[in-house]
């Protein structure tokens, strides 16, 4: 459930933010254990086939562990490992350590501070085999080899991607970083064509940013390129879109400049793909991502001249709690709006460069320009806004003779061996960024997210030419990258633990991306080169109203899905290592249907109803919207927020002992308020038991239900038969009840999330009892209900914890959604406006539970719309939530007034919260 102080229980509903399913698998690829796997006669007839470049891989740091240790290789790896360079040219490495280590074990063969205590190197997420591909010959005879074998097979160029997509265990890979052709035009016809096209350059599969820049700069051309030197041109980078740092704005898109593709497809056969070869190939190569649709050995792009150019950069230092920090982005970014209007492009880079401290720097590009001092004259006014945010600030222009000037052509050097970072982007439209109040609302959402040291927050500047490519688009790009003015990408380095990798793409998927999607809900764009690693909705996210069409094109280019790549076309089909294939089934077949009534209908009803009776109430429901949502995942995920955080403890801790006591044959069924954190630890110890077990999660919402299918990996379980219910707490009770093959069965109800909590200890008591009639009286033995309580009746940890980050827009965002629900049309009057109401956190401590209301800020308000005829009364509060603590004597007394009793407690030290097993009483 989405909410701990909040009591959609008390209505009978439950509202799960997950779902989980088990999906019947059709089929798996080869694995080393199978009799499938290839001989070691047939492994050396493939490395005879590509002229002996096939390489079995073991991780780079394995030299440094016995039983391969020898120091002086381990030395040379450990300097030599820092180089991003270098690192590209390894079958055994990716960029940094967050994806090579395995996914649900941590197992890896780390260097760095990872090293210690570590006695053994493990392969982790690095493939077996590498293809070291030096032709498309030999990329050709190692993708006949994977398919006539069912191996699992994927790409790495430079292994930059933030996804993992460039590596997976137990697989073989085709390394492409050793085609390193160049070669340039003067005037490019595509195969096919009678016409030319302009200058281009014809790059092979392996060819690095830098390199070609350098190259290109020697023929006098620049390209739509990326920032960083070591990532690779026509992998990943082009085939997933190409956005720059600012030349978007001047030459659009990197995959608008893609001319031809050479391109090994999954049965082997080399083709070319362009406008006249292919063209549906061509479509899909412009977009649809790398390591879907075949493996390109090359791809001809359009250059541009190598023009001069000035650079005016501004910078400024400021606190990262201070408003001087938010004023700067807001002048940056109307730097950015009033400049892009005049066709010159620029970036944003923000850097946490310690505790409460965060450089930022803003450069503009004003290309084929000369001198100085136009440029100054241009800029003085913005300089001027800056000089009364940090008197400190810096300022200066420089001439650059060549655009080419500006891109680095060496790679990074890292500074240790715990590299490793995660990374997300998220777009903002030309209608918002470019409206009086866009430069301070993407400030503002910037300025929230909640940053420390070593994170990086940078923009890509598109609109411009991107948006003028529009009009004749045949690009497979998600078709709002037309009109998206910027892109902010964000970057977090990890903490370099099986612990730190975990809660980093958590945050990110729970807190941070939220909040960027919250800059503009209706405009969700992301972009797949660095996108969220766990985004549920890739499909519309990535591509939109184009996926349906790719999808269609993956399946006539790659009928049996032998390349499939993380959150790629096509891989809802598979689990999330791309291993063992899903039966392809629609959402609705896996979701069972148990509402008896539609609640949704009822809501306006109990709203009227609450602000009708004395004392006022609102519903819970309404605090659920998809705004609501987002600020709920930021508030329960706060520091402060001890419920949740103990709760994990406890699970992480003491899930073994929980599933001990359940029985063998039992449906689980989870009454909502899990969320995936505190499912999983169960459901592992559950399949690690190898009981037979049902698991169902119920929840209200269909749409989440379909988002979060992806959330489990499902590979994993085999014992734990997973499903999901559509429906109230009353209506899982009744097909608990009602159904043949689980009424006979033994039960077992999870009420995580101190739901209890949420209900006054009598009804609590009626609520626990109603549960219980579920259960045949043949298992009532056998049968249990384990729920989590909180004792804690401290009012300064519990107001701290319900009044952390998120829960005020949480309270507030109700108001809004129920203006949408008694709308009649456009003009109709709003019953709520938010900013007459603010939110009162309170402990009562004659019931000993907090109490959350909202209240009228200044005087009496009286509602609008069709409830005009309401008012409420300065100082009269509206309640929506309460939470129960509860000490020894009142837990017992609600237990026994339900007629159950607790045969098992599970807590750990320090921790106010505790799981308890309740059985009927036998008194």
């Known amino acids: 459930m989405h909410s701990q102080i909040f009591y959609p229980a008390a209505l009978g509903i439950a509202i799960s933010w997950l779902i989980f399913l088990n999906p019947q698998r059709s089929s798996c690829r080869c694995q080393p254990w199978d009799p499938c796997w290839p001989s070691d006669e047939e492994w050396q007839t493939l490395n005879s086939s590509i002229d002996f470049n096939l390489v079995k891989v073991v991780p780079t740091a394995s030299v440094c562990y016995e039983p391969n240790f020898d120091h002086a290789m381990c030395e040379e790896v450990i300097r030599m490992s820092k180089d991003s360079g270098w690192r590209a040219s390894q079958p055994g490495a990716l960029q940094d350590w967050v994806w090579e280590a395995e996914l649900n074990t941590g197992d890896a063969c780390p260097l760095g501070s990872q090293m210690h205590g570590r006695a053994k190197c493990h392969q982790g997420r690095i493939p077996l085999y590498s293809a070291m591909a030096r032709s498309t010959k030999d990329v050709q005879e190692t993708i006949i080899f994977a398919k006539n074998h069912d191996l699992r097979l994927i790409v790495k160029n430079t292994g930059h991607d933030l996804a993992g997509r460039s590596s997976s265990p137990n697989a073989l890979q085709i390394h492409t970083h050793g085609l390193q052709g160049i070669r340039f035009h003067k005037d490019f016809r595509p195969d096919g064509s009678a016409e030319t096209l302009g200058p281009a350059v014809t790059v092979e599969a392996g060819v690095m940013m830098g390199d ?144 409460n401290m965060i450089e930022t720097t803003l450069k503009m590009f004003f290309l084929d320009r000369r001198e100085t001092i136009p440029v100054d004259q241009r800029m003085q006014s913005f300089v001027d806004d800056m000089r009364q945010v940090d008197p400190s600030m810096t300022y200066q222009s420089t001439i650059l003779s060549k655009l080419s000037m500006n891109y680095r052509k060496t790679p990074d050097i890292h500074t240790d061996n715990d590299y490793g970072v995660i990374g997300t982007t998220v777009a903002i439209s030309n209608g918002l960024f470019n409206s009086s109040n866009g430069p301070r609302r993407v400030a503002e959402a910037l300025a929230q997210l909640g940053t420390r040291p070593g994170d990086l927050i940078f923009t890509s500047n598109l609109g411009g030419q991107v948006l003028k490519n529009g009009a004749n688009d045949d690009t497979s790009m998600h078709p709002s990258w037309r009109s998206a003015a910027q892109m902010i990408n964000f970057v977090r380095p990890v903490e370099p633990s099986p612990e730190g990798r975990a809660e980093a793409l958590h945050n990110l998927t729970d807190i941070h991306m939220p909040l960027l999607y919250a800059i503009e809900p209706e405009f969700r764009l992301s972009y797949r080169n660095v996108g969220d690693p766990s985004e549920k909705k890739f499909q519309e996210v990535y591509w939109g109203g184009n996926y349906d069409r790719l999808l269609q094109v993956k399946r006539r280019w790659d009928k049996g899905g032998l ?127 190898k009981k037979n077990i049902s698991y169902y999660a119920l929840d209200l919402s269909f749409s989440e239900l379909q988002s979060t299918l992806q959330s489990l990996p499902l590979e994993k379980f085999k014992f734990v038969k997973l499903g999901a219910l559509h429906g109230t707490f009353e209506d899982g009770v009744q097909w608990l009840k009602d159904t043949p093959g689980v009424q006979d069965r033994p039960h077992c109800l999870l009420l995580f999330g101190l739901t209890v909590g949420n209900y006054s200890r009598p009804n609590a008591a009626k609520f626990l009892q109603s549960l219980t009639e579920s259960v045949s009286a043949a298992n009532l033995t056998q049968s249990s209900i384990i729920l989590s309580l909180d004792s804690c009746k401290m009012p300064t940890k519990v107001l701290r914890a319900y009044t952390s980050e998120g829960v005020v827009p949480f309270a507030l965002a109700s108001l809004d959604y129920g203006n949408n629900l008694f709308s009649t049309g456009k003009k109709a009057e709003k019953v709520f406006n938010r900013d007459e109401w603010y939110f009162l956190s309170e402990w009562n401590y004659v019931l000993g539970r907090h109490e959350a209301s909202l209240i009228p800020k200044d005087s009496d308000i009286r509602l609008g719309g069709p409830l005009n005829d309401i008012v409420v009364s300065k100082d009269e509060k509206i309640r929506f939530g309460c939470s129960y603590k509860y000490n020894p004597s009142e837990r017992r007394e609600v237990f026994k007034l339900a007629g159950l009793r607790d045969v098992n407690q599970w807590s750990v030290e320090d921790c106010d919260v505790a799981f308890y097993q309740l059985r009927v009483s036998s008194e």
């Open 563 to 689: 390349l499939i790549s993380k959150l790629g076309v096509g891989s809802e089909e598979w689990d999330s290592e791309g291993m063992c294939k899903i039966g392809y089934r629609s959402f609705r077949d896996w979701v069972t249907d148990i509402r008896r009534s539609k609640f949704e209908e009822s809501i306006t009803d109990q709203v009227t109803a609450g602000l009708s009776a004395t004392p006022k109430t609102l519903p819970a429901l309404l605090f659920y919207s998809g705004e609501g949502i987002r600020h709920w995942i930021q508030h329960s995920t706060a520091p402060e927020f001890y419920p949740r955080h103990e709760e994990l403890r406890i699970l992480r801790a003491r899930a073994t002992e929980m599933v001990a006591s359940i029985a063998d044959n039992s449906v689980v069924v989870d009454l909502g308020c899990a969320s995936l954190e505190k499912v999983l630890p169960l459901l592992e110890a559950l399949e690690e038991s």
């Open 212 to 355: 070609l820049y350098a190259r290109s700069a020697q023929h006098g051309y620049i390209l739509v390129g990326g920032d960083c030197p070591t990532v690779g041109v026509a992998g990943g980078f082009l085939q997933g879109g190409g956005i720059s740092d600012f030349l978007s704005l001047h030459h659009g898109l990197a995959v608008d400049n893609a001319l031809e593709f050479e391109i090994v497809t999954a049965d082997g056969e080399l083709v070319v793909a362009n406008e006249h070869r292919n063209a549906d190939l061509f479509w899909a190569l412009r977009g649809g991502g790398g390591g879907t649709f075949g493996v390109v050995t090359q791809a001809t792009m359009r250059v541009f001249p190598d023009i001069n150019a000035v650079v005016a950069e501004l910078g400024v230092r400021t606190s990262q709690f201070g408003e001087d920090y938010f004023d700067s982005l807001v002048i940056f970014f109307t730097i950015l709006q009033e400049l892009n209007r005049e066709n010159i492009g620029g970036q944003l880079v923000t850097s946490v460069v310690a505790e």
